[in-house]
C-alpha cells in the first residue's frame, strides 16, 4: 500500500520549528564533568528531519527564526550547503540567542542532553512570518512538537497548519516531546492533541503518545482509533528495539523490526527515521517499505557521533535493508 500526495509542488517537504546548535562530546565514556571537547553540528529535530530529506534527494524548505549571531549564521549556511531552501528562515532582531545542546556519552546505553532553551530564537517565530504563497509550494509540511511550548512560535505553527489544511497541503507532525520545555503535562497534551487532530501523518515513540494522551502506558489500538476519528490517515508508533508500527486508516497495520548495529549514542534516532520514512513515503514506496527505510535510517545515525551530519544516502540505507534481509531469508 502506498500513500498518496499532491505531485505538481515545487517542494516534496517543508519542516517549520526549531533549529539549533548540537556541541556532542568527543570523548566516550565519560560525564560530561570530565568532558573537556565537543563537536558542532546543527541541531533541532524539523532541521535534522530537513537535513535528512535534504541529503536523501527530496526537495526540502524551512520556515523558522535563528539568531542574529555566527551560531545562527552557521546553522543557515549548513541547511543552505545540503540543499534546503532557507528563503523562509528569519533572523532574530531582538537580542534572542541560538539554543545550544551539549550531549554527553557515558556509554552507549547512558546519554543524555543539556540543553539552553531560555529565550531562544526559535521559539520567538512570529505568525506573520508564516508566509500561505511558500507553505502551498509544499507537498507536505512538517511540524515539530517542541515549537509548540511557548508563543509566538505556538501560534505561528498552529497557523502554518491551518494554511496547509486550507490549500489541500498533508501535514506531518513529529511528536518530538520535550518534557523540560514545558510547564505542564496538562499542558502539553492540550497543544499536542491540537496538531494531532489536524495531522495526516503522525510519528512518535509510545513514550510521545502517552504525553499526548496525558496518560502511562497506553495502547495503541487505543491511540489509533481516537486519532483515525479525526485527521488522521498514518500513524506510526515506534517501540525502540522492539520495532516500529504503521496503523493506516483502512485498517491495515504495518510492521518492521529493530536494525542490529554498534550503537554509539541513542540521540539522533527519532529525527534520521521520520526523514527516510517521509523520504520514502514521498518517494512512492509502499508503507512497510517506507517503515524499513525509517529503522534503517536510524541504526545507522546512533552507530555514528552526530546527528545530523550522520544522515545517510539512500545506498546506504538500502544496503542495510538488504543485508538483514538477507540474512534473515531461510536456507
Same mark, same amino acid.
Given at each position: ?8 509542488k515545487?517542494?516534496d ?12 562530546a ?15 553540528y ?5 532541521a ?11 526537495k526540502?524548505?524551512?520556515i ?10 552557521f546553522i543557515k ?25 551539549f550531549t ?10 543539556l540543553?539552553?532553551r ?17 507553505? !502551498?509550494?509544499?507537498? =507536505? ?8 511550548? /511557548? &508563543?509566538?512560535?505556538r501560534? +505561528?505553527? *498552529? ?18 516531546y ?6 505542564s503535562?496538562?499542558?502539553?497534551a492540550?497543544?499536542?492533541?491540537l ?5 495526516e ?19 495503541n489500538?487505543?491511540?489509533?482509533q ?21 496503523y ?11 536494525? !542490529?548495529?554498534n550503537? =554509539? ?6 529525527d534520521?527515521? /521520520? &526523514?527516510?520514512?517521509l523520504? +520514502?513515503? *514521498?518517494?512512492?514506496?509502499k ?32 544496503e542495510l535493508?538488504?543485508?538483514n ?5 531461510p536456507?
Amino acid at each position: 500500500m502506498k500513500y498518496e500526495f499532491n505531485s505538481d509542488k515545487e517542494f516534496d517537504l517543508i519542516a517549520i520549528g526549531r533549529a539549533c546548535i548540537d556541541l556532542n562530546a568527543v570523548e566516550y565514556n565519560r560525564p560530561m564533568e570530565q568532558t573537556m571537547t565537543f563537536s558542532k553540528y546543527v541541531g533541532g529535530s524539523p532541521a535534522n528531519i530537513a537535513i535528512g530529506s535534504s541529503k536523501l534527494g527530496l526537495k526540502a524548505g524551512f520556515i523558522g527564526k535563528i539568531a542574529d549571531d555566527q551560531h545562527g549564521r552557521f546553522i543557515k549556511s549548513y541547511m543552505q550547503g545540503v540543499g534546503i531552501d532557507v528563503s523562509n528562515i528569519v533572523t532574530d532582531k531582538d537580542g534572542h540567542k541560538t539554543g545550544l545542546a551539549f550531549t554527553e556519552i557515558k556509554s552507549p546505553d547512558e546519554c543524555s542532553i543539556l540543553m539552553y532553551r531560555d529565550d531562544v530564537a526559535d521559539l520567538y517565530l512570529e505568525p506573520s512570518e508564516v508566509n500561505e504563497e511558500y507553505i !502551498k509550494k509544499a507537498k =507536505l509540511l512538517l511540524v515539530s512538537g517542541t515549537a509548540l511550548a /511557548a &508563543s509566538p512560535s505556538r501560534e +505561528a505553527v *498552529i497557523k502554518a497548519v491551518q494554511l496547509a489544511k486550507k490549500n489541500g497541503i498533508k501535514v506531518a507532525f513529529e511528536l518530538d516531546y520535550r518534557p523540560y520545555t514545558w510547564k505542564s503535562p496538562e499542558e502539553t497534551a492540550v497543544y499536542y492533541s491540537l496538531i494531532a487532530s489536524q495531522a495526516e501523518i503522525i510519528i512518535g515513540t509510545r513514550d510521545e503518545y502517552d504525553a499526548m494522551e496525558n496518560r502511562r502506558d497506553g495502547r495503541n489500538q487505543e491511540t489509533v482509533q481516537n486519532l483515525f476519528g479525526q485527521s488522521a490517515e498514518l500513524i506510526v508508533i515506534k517501540h525502540g528495539v522492539d520495532g516500529s508500527y504503521a496503523y493506516v486508516k483502512s485498517g491495515d497495520v504495518f510492521r518492521a523490526q529493530a536494525y !542490529k548495529t554498534n550503537v =554509539l549514542k541513542t540521540f539522533g534516532a527519532g529525527d534520521s527515521y /521520520a &526523514s527516510a520514512f517521509l523520504y +520514502a513515503l *514521498i518517494s512512492g514506496k509502499k508503507i512497510g517499505e517506507a517503515l524499513k527505510y525509517g529503522s534503517a535510517s536510524a541504526s545507522i545515525v546512533v552507530s555514528k557521533h552526530s546527528s545530523s551530519e550522520a544522515m545517510p544516502q539512500v545506498e546506504e540505507i538500502e544496503e542495510l535493508i538488504a543485508k538483514n534481509e538477507k540474512i534473515e531469508a531461510p536456507r
